[in-house]
């Protein structure tokens, strides 16, 4: 399932901001993994994506809950603001083939690009779960070499952040189905530069 949750504010997508959001989304990923995982993330400016895996549709709304919950009580104590996070309802795409969940995953790896006022040198998204990612084609975490990050930022602020040093854990994010772990790598694995697609239905 592609998940969409829209917020009323825009700094999701900072170097103070997002340390906070990428620890509410392991938190939350970790709280009921037999039943709802969470395998892909990526942090935009006033959205997050999510590839996620449910048992069923009760984990599924429950799990999507548990997360929309988590990220607004974190960010919401951190910036010291009250009242609803979230603009309206999640919303949630079923993906049901190795195409679609192949098309959701560069979607919602890439969807940086998408945003970008300029063409981006290829590489990964720093805010978002890429790192932990197995599927690029040129480049890979166990190789031991850095990630090639397409965008200048400031990723050791955000290493060094104590919400960074528990959402280390790419455990956390590795997909249990066969459409996410293996059936999507049917149509290739991902390129450090690719795109989501012009005519892609994602939102």
């Not at 989304?25 to 995982?37: E, G, I, Q, T, W």
């Not at 930022?153 to 060094?160: F, G, I, P």
């Not at 694995?189 to 005519?199: F, N, Q, T, W």
Request: aromatic share 10%; glycine share 6%.
């Amino acid at each position: 399932m592609h998940v969409t949750l829209r917020a009323r504010i825009a700094p999701l997508r900072s170097q103070f901001v997002f340390p906070t959001v990428r620890l509410a989304l392991v938190r939350a990923a970790r709280r009921a993994p037999d039943r709802f995982r969470i395998v892909h993330f990526s942090v935009q400016r006033d959205h997050v994506h999510l590839v996620v895996e449910a048992a069923d549709k009760r984990a599924l709304s429950s799990g999507v809950r548990s997360v929309a919950i988590r990220i607004a009580l974190y960010v919401n104590a951190l910036l010291s603001r009250e009242g609803p996070l979230w603009a309206d309802r999640w919303h949630g795409r079923p993906l049901a083939s190795p195409r679609e969940v192949r098309a959701a995953i560069v979607y919602v790896l890439a969807n940086f690009r998408k945003h970008a006022r300029r063409t981006l040198r290829p590489g990964l998204d720093p805010y978002s779960s890429a790192a932990w990612f197995d599927g690029f084609r040129e480049w890979h975490a166990e190789t031991g070499v850095p990630p090639p990050f397409a965008e200048r930022a400031r990723w050791d602020v955000a290493r060094r952040s104590a919400a960074a040093v528990e959402a280390g854990c790419a455990a956390d994010f590795e997909p249990k189905t066969w459409l996410a772990e293996r059936g999507w790598r049917r149509y290739g694995l991902v390129g450090l530069g690719e795109s989501p697609a012009r005519d892609s239905v994602h939102k």
